[in-house]
């Protein structure tokens, strides 16, 4: 869902690239971008295109042919990063973890020690299950073996905490369309010396001009290298989704983001449905609740009905966990104490209907009596959402 903010933001006029007015836009877009990963990093812009952009940019500017590349596999995006670097010639090593698992540092460590390695590269949320990887450990790991780390964050930046200074990570890349509550099309990416280091320094050249970083990176720079033409709109709004993270803060924004999420899960709790996955709650990911199909209940016709009936769009399940969980989203704009009402009610209704059983009215109940035990006040999203604001959770 995006933010209305966003949207205005982008109906404004088009400014050539080179315009004065837009050099300035963009320069404010680096600075935020720096502010959402929370680095001090020169290096701090969107790559155009969707957030996969921004991880294929990351793996082929750094990777040459050859070169040996760990991935963390526990999910769908894991293996993603699995093809991506394949795609550019490494040598891929998957270190895998059940689903629903995160990866655990001695088992990167141990795979670490068998050979040089140029890359680590881990899904800090992966969505598919709905798992915040801890990357702190994996860092010191990586850098002590003398690999770079690169975390995919397409789900996370804006929505938990991403430290890229304070973790040590050397590229991070995300997406604009998930917590940052702003239409796809652009790929923040940031990534410190080391990296640029490695990046001048290879011995053969990027094979793609589109998403060569080291080219992105000086039609960023003060210099202003023609590359391509940026998508002019794209930029307005992710200035303002990265504005509206200023504005909140990213401590009120990553609470507002565990509040909501874990309101809507009392509520799941409560029509009797089991959440998927086995790690502790602060290795889950707090605006994504995985939800296991019950027995007997048609997946798809109840994903068909909650949109429309209601609106309301949830996540269908990948690979082998296709047809075996939901995926509902509270991200960005879309956190809010209406929206998880209103999927807890709908979701009722819907599941009444396949014959499952629960208490009327439990799954509102349950979390209306969590957002009264936590203290919890309609905040300015809430308060700002009209008629049609309820969009899709």
Known sequence: ???PRVLRAMSMPLLGQFDPEFTAIMN?????TRFAFDTTNDRAFPVSGSGRAGLEAAIASIVEP?????VGECGRFGLLLVEIATRCGADVVAVRAEWGRVIEPDALAAELRRAPTRLVAVVHGETSTGVLQPLEDIA???HEHGALLMADCVATLGGSEVAVDRWSIDVATAGSQKCLSCPSGLAPVTYNDRVETAIRHRKTRI?????????LADYWSPARFNHHTAPTAMVYGLR???RAVHDEGRAARFERHRRHGDALRAG????GLALFGKEPSEHRLAFLTPVVVPDGVDELRVRQRLIEDFGIEIGAAFGQLQGRIWRIGTMGYSASRRNVLLCLAALEHVLRGEGWRMQPGAGVDAALAHYRATGDERTSIDDSLGADGLGRV
């Open 207 to 215: 094979a793609s001009n589109y998403l060569d970083l080291s080219q």
């Open 140 to 142: 010191r790991v990586t």
């Open 28 to 32: 404010d877009v680096m600075e935020l």
């Open 66 to 70: 050859g070169d040996r590349v760990i």
């Open 268 to 271: 799941v709790d409560a029509l």
């Open 1 to 3: 869902m995006a933010d």
């Open 240 to 242: 303002e989704a990265l």
